[in-house]
């Protein structure tokens, strides 16, 4: 968990800058549409192409120094699928993988913030020991481990799309022109940092 604890979404937003794997304007671009779609950074920046799965994956344990395993290679334990509610599970695309005492040792989606880490191990009475995972492998696992996990992204999907017909942003905002003060100042600081870190053309 210690190295999980210093990843933050400005903090990875700056590695992927320094190595030059990702422009600072398609950063920023990304995390205005975090807000937007409801959809992390990762998944806009591997979505729109500005970075692979692998690439992500490999930044992420290296520099933080978690370990990296796909969730098909693991025996997964038949406890673990009981430790946190399938929506947990899904809303965070989790894949639980076994179960030591109050233990759970988890798949991540190349990421999970440690906030919500936090959150979960709090609310359900678990401590998690996590592997950085890829966001296709787990959600192919899932769908296997869970029947109703389809069922589950379509309602998801179409809740998404009502939600962009009626231009409100995925988080409960009312998308970007509506961000308050705060949270616009969280971008500055962000776009500011990258930016810094963005090496200029000549």
């Given at each position: 968990?210690?190295?999980?604890?210093?990843?933050t979404?400005?903090?990875?937003?700056?590695i992927?800058?320094?190595?030059g794997?990702?422009?600072?304007?398609?950063?920023?671009?990304?995390?205005?549409?975090?807000d937007?779609?409801?959809?992390s950074?990762?998944?806009?920046l591997?979505?729109?192409?500005?970075?692979?799965?692998?690439?992500?994956?490999?930044?992420?344990?290296?520099?933080?120094?978690?370990?990296?395993?796909m969730?098909?290679?693991?025996?997964?334990?038949?406890?673990?699928?009981?430790?946190?509610?399938?929506?947990?599970?899904?809303?965070?695309?989790?894949?639980?993988?076994d179960m030591?005492?109050?233990?759970?040792?988890?798949?991540?989606?190349?990421?999970?913030?440690?906030?919500?880490?936090?959150?979960?191990?709090?609310?359900?009475?678990?401590?998690?020991?996590?592997?950085?995972?890829?966001?296709?492998?787990?959600?192919?696992?899932?769908?296997?481990?869970?029947?109703?996990?389809?069922?589950?992204?379509?309602?998801?999907?179409?809740?998404?799309?009502?939600?962009?017909?009626?231009?409100?942003?995925?988080?409960?905002?009312?998308?970007?022109?509506a961000?308050?003060?705060?949270?616009?100042?969280?971008?500055?600081?962000?776009?500011?940092?990258?930016?810094?870190?963005?090496?200029?053309?000549?």
């Amino acid at each position: 968990m210690k190295g999980l604890e210093k990843l933050t979404s400005i903090r990875l937003a700056e590695i992927l800058s320094e190595k030059g794997l990702v422009t600072g304007d398609a950063i920023t671009d990304a995390l205005y549409q975090q807000d937007a779609s409801g959809d992390s950074v990762t998944e806009i920046l591997v979505a729109s192409g500005k970075i692979t799965e692998w690439d992500l994956a490999k930044v992420v344990a290296e520099t933080f120094q978690l370990p990296f395993l796909m969730a098909s290679n693991y025996d997964i334990a038949p406890p673990a699928k009981k430790a946190l509610p399938e929506d947990e599970l899904f809303g965070n695309l989790l894949v639980p993988l076994d179960m030591f005492d109050n233990i759970l040792t988890v798949a991540m989606p190349i990421l999970t913030f440690a906030e919500t880490v936090d959150r979960l191990q709090r609310k359900h009475n678990v401590e998690f020991f996590p592997y950085v995972g890829l966001p296709s492998e787990n959600k192919k696992i899932l769908t296997e481990l869970f029947p109703h996990y389809p069922e589950w992204v379509k309602k998801q999907e179409a809740e998404r799309e009502r939600r962009k017909r009626a231009g409100v942003s995925g988080k409960g905002g009312a998308g970007k022109g509506a961000m308050d003060s705060g949270w616009m100042n969280i971008f500055d600081s962000a776009d500011a940092k990258v930016r810094e870190a963005t090496p200029k053309k000549k």
